[in-house]
């Protein structure tokens, strides 16, 4: 059997709806690895965030990997080396930081493992309680950064449609210069043009010299949609977004709160 890549993202797909890791997740994930596949964690949240969860799935190993900050950060999970690491034009940040001002929009990105935002909001202690993060507040997050960031967030938390609006507006203003997607209904994010967790699978297997179709990704919200199209198998979870079920090879019988992604990894992988 040839040996492969298991891609998978964290919230609603590998952690179930209080943030933990199901038993049967954890043994399915454990087997891959013995035999010799790689598991790699794909997913928005930071690197520093991601390093926890490394270490919960004993991952610390060599042949795994984590993709983080929606694709702009490749991470080996046995030395904690940096391998890609992609971000934001300042002059993007700027602009995308000074709009949300003038909209009343939570707006947030990230600096050496810290959120950070210009204001405590509801959004802002939501996302430190669900990411175990550590934010700092600062008068002007754009002019505290002490290096491009990979990403930027906007959160709104009762109105999708307001985010969306926001999104469309600022399309123009930053094409070919960032790219946006939902990471859920309530969160609005801004990533260097070009990357994705889609482009992220290509460069790692590019990296690794393995083949796309040697790759099973599984994954349940918008942002899971380029890793899913460009995975050998793309699995979406049975409680993930309509369309990321309707664009996957495969959707699981069980969500994630019943062990879907070990589903996968039995269907797929072992």
Request: with cysteine.
């Amino acid at each position: 059997m040839s040996k492969k890549i298991f891609f998978t993202d964290l919230d609603g797909t590998l952690l179930d709806r209080q943030k933990q890791i199901t038993q049967e997740n954890r043994d399915a994930i454990e087997e891959a690895r013995k035999k010799g596949h790689s598991i790699v964690l794909a997913t928005g949240r930071s690197t520093v965030n991601v390093i926890q969860q490394i270490k919960r799935l004993s991952l610390d190993q060599p042949g795994c990997y984590a993709i983080t900050f929606n694709g702009s950060c490749v991470v080996r999970c046995d030395t904690g080396e940096i391998i890609r690491w992609e971000t934001l034009d300042m002059d993007v940040v700027r602009y995308i930081f000074a709009e949300a001002r003038k909209w009343g929009i939570h707006c947030q990105t990230y600096d050496e493992g810290e959120t950070i935002a210009e204001t405590r909001s509801k959004e802002l202690i939501r996302y430190d309680r669900n990411n175990g993060g550590h934010s700092r507040i600062v008068a002007d997050a754009p002019a505290s950064l002490l290096k491009a960031p990979p990403k930027i967030l906007l959160a709104e938390l009762e109105d999708r449609a307001y985010l969306e609006r926001f999104q469309a507006e600022h399309e123009e203003q930053v094409r070919g210069k960032a790219d946006s997607f939902f990471s859920c209904k309530e969160y609005l994010e801004y990533v260097p043009y070009g990357v994705s967790k889609g482009s992220a699978i290509r460069w790692l297997c590019k990296y690794l010299d393995v083949d796309l179709k040697d790759t099973v990704a599984a994954g349940d919200a918008a942002n899971d949609l380029s890793m899913l199209k460009t995975a050998g198998v793309g699995a979406a979870m049975v409680n993930g977004e309509q369309a990321v079920k309707d664009a996957a090879d495969y959707v699981t019988v069980c969500d994630n709160d019943h062990s879907g992604v070990a589903e996968i990894i039995k269907k797929f992988i072992l």
